[in-house]
């Protein structure tokens, strides 16, 4: 796997535009660029799993925070490598103890650091945070939707200039909220979306319809949403790559489990 020099200094490719956030629609198009390669979306095959209720049997997650647990489903299947490396790092214990350390507007909330400002720590596991990113068209950014933040990429010369690259993703994860979805932005968003069932489940769900298909999708919030909401709406400073929470949240742990109805 091509390391990259700059890797030290990570970018997250997660941009909100506050008070007046733009919806790129990327889901729009037939096929859409995946690292060096396409995904292609087709609206005959596609299934849209997380609106779907966990399963006995499923792996999820059990997250414990300052402000309360969330649990979520995860997507072994389509996001095989981004959850192997969620699952052995939890397990671990790595998360136990790190920073919720972006809270975004109410959109989203950035957790699994180490440091309080996001940055990963000396020594870290490089490899950890080299996982190739991985798309599929059954997984989107809805409301609860949990991502594997993006680290860093390797281009060519030739893709500085005319675009593509590999991305790869890492040890700290992204928990989507929302954008608002008022009239206007409904409008905007079944105007351009050659698929209606995907943006009447953006509309109707919520999520972040901007980072489709830019994120590895990890997991689906099925229980604690409203810890959702609180993350992404905290009082923060922003120190010019985050907005960084005044009061420390924690994550004080992250259990891996299987679903049961019981539970």
Not at 21 to 42: C, G, K, M
Not at 90 to 102: L, P, R
Not at 119 to 125: I, L
Not at 194 to 209: C, Q, R, S, W, Y
Request: aromatic content about 10%; glycine content about 8%; proline content about 3%.
């Amino acid at each position: 796997m091509k390391k990259n020099k700059g890797l030290a200094k990570f970018f997250i490719v997660l941009t909100i535009i506050t008070g007046a956030l733009t919806v790129f629609l990327l889901y729009a198009r037939t096929q859409q660029t995946e690292n060096n390669n396409y995904i292609e979306i087709n609206s005959d095959t596609m299934k849209l799993i997380q609106l779907e209720p966990p399963k006995d049997g499923d792996t999820i997650a059990i997250v414990d925070t300052s402000l309360g647990e969330f649990r979520f489903v995860l997507y072994p299947e389509q996001s095989p490598n981004a959850v192997k490396n969620f699952t052995e790092l939890a397990e671990m214990g790595y998360y136990d103890g790190t920073y919720v350390f972006n809270s975004d507007s109410g959109a989203y909330s950035a957790a699994g650091s180490k440091l309080k400002n996001g940055e990963m720590p000396e020594g870290y596991d490089v490899e950890r945070e080299l996982v190739q990113r991985e798309l599929h068209q059954d997984l989107w950014p809805f409301k609860g939707a949990i991502c594997s933040m993006n680290t860093t990429v390797d281009r060519s010369f030739k893709e500085k200039l005319f675009g593509g690259g590999t991305y790869y993703n890492g040890s700290r994860f992204a928990i989507i909220n929302t954008i608002e979805f008022d009239e206007e932005t409904k409008k905007q968003l079944m105007d351009a979306s050659d698929n209606k069932t995907l943006g009447e489940a953006f509309a109707e769900n919520g999520g972040i319809p901007n980072f489709s298909q830019q994120l590895t999708v990890i997991g689906q919030t099925y229980e604690g949403l409203d810890v959702v909401e609180a993350l992404a709406s905290l009082d923060a400073e922003n120190n010019g790559i985050y907005k960084i929470p005044k009061e420390d949240i924690m994550i004080n742990s992250v259990k891996i489990d299987v679903y049961t109805a019981e539970k």
